[in-house]
Structures are given as structure tokens and as C-alpha cells.
């Protein structure tokens, strides 16, 4: 779960990075490419090649919710503690 947040703030730092260094405080125009490749985005990142950020993938952020899910799951599915066994 906490290895999901990491890759979310680094997926969102990433695509800060790339987009502001593009669009400047304009960053908010770009917001539809942080979660899915529009042919706006697609045209951004074939500009961002010459940029010293490497291009942003949408990949990044739906990596980080798959993993932070997984984290959930494990979480929820993991024994607890406190539990007392049945006695018979």
C-alpha cells in the first residue's frame, strides 16, 4: 500500500516536471495526459523527446493504483493478531 503512494507521488512528480517544463504555469492544461494519452499528449510527449525530462507515460500512475490495490488486498486478506482461536 505505502510502496503504491510512493510510485502515485513520483508519478505525479514526473508528470509535474515534464508538463511545467513544457507549458510552464500552464501545467494544468495537461491534466487529462496524468491519467491517459490524448493526441494533445501524444503530440507533447514527440516535443518532450528534445527535453531533458524523459517523456511522461500515463503507465506510471496506473502502476502505482495497481500497486497500492494489491497493497489493499494483502492488507485486507492478511490475519490479524488479536484473533482468538476456536475452541472446541
Known amino acids: 500500500m505505502a510502496l503504491g503512494g ?4 513520483a508519478a505525479t512528480a514526473w508528470w509535474y516536471v515534464f508538463f511545467e517544463s513544457m ?7 495537461a491534466s487529462a495526459c496524468f491519467y491517459r494519452t490524448t493526441e494533445s499528449c501524444a503530440l507533447g ?3 518532450g523527446l528534445f527535453s531533458d525530462v524523459p517523456t511522461y507515460s500515463p503507465w506510471a500512475l496506473w502502476a502505482a493504483v495497481l500497486t497500492a490495490a494489491a497493497g489493499i488486498v494483502v492488507y485486507a486478506a ?3 493478531g488479536n484473533e482468538r482461536p476456536p475452541t472446541g
Open 23 to 29: 507549458l510552464g504555469d500552464d501545467v494544468k492544461a
Open 78 to 80: 492478511a490475519p490479524r
Open 6 to 9: 510512493v510510485f502515485f507521488i
Open 45 to 47: 510527449n514527440v516535443v
